[in-house]
Nanobody, 124 residues
Framework: QVQLVESGGGLVQAGGSLRLSCAASGGTFSSYTMGWFRQAPGKEREFVACISWSGGRTVYADSVKGRFTISRDNAQSTLYLQMNSLKPEDTAVYYC?????????????????WGQGTQVTASS
């Protein structure tokens, strides 16, 4: 069973950048498809990005396409989310998640393991 711990969140001005990290332990990281989700106050948790086990395939929510980049380092068992051109509407708690499903997975319910989340706030 894999354990996930996010870091790198914080407060940034609109237009700024942040890089989130998700450290995995307790499992074979390279065997998991990985994703990022976010949850704003009063809203449901929504899909942000997903990356295949090899890192060769990615998919993004339309709202972040062209601004966010998901990547992974299997040797370091770490997942990343580079966030550029941040907007106030990107403000949320960001979660990394892992699933054994093969391919690209965008449904929240298909993920088995979750981190505790990290707060990202983009001020206007």
């Amino acid at each position: 069973q894999v354990q996930l711990v996010e870091s790198g969140g914080g407060l940034v001005q609109a237009g700024g950048s942040l890089r989130l990290s998700c450290a995995a332990s307790g499992g074979t990281f390279s065997s998991y498809t990985m994703g990022w989700f976010r949850q704003a106050p009063g809203k449901e948790r929504e899909f942000v990005a997903c990356i295949s086990w090899s890192g060769g395939r990615t998919v993004y929510a339309d709202s972040v396409k062209g601004r966010f980049t998901i990547s992974r380092d299997n040797a370091q068992s770490t997942l990343y989310l580079q966030m550029n051109s941040l907007k106030p509407e990107d403000t949320a708690v960001y979660y990394c998640a892992a699933t054994r499903w093969i391919g690209l997975v965008t449904r929240r319910d298909d993920y088995n393991y979750w981190g505790q989340g990290t707060q990202v706030t983009a001020s206007s």
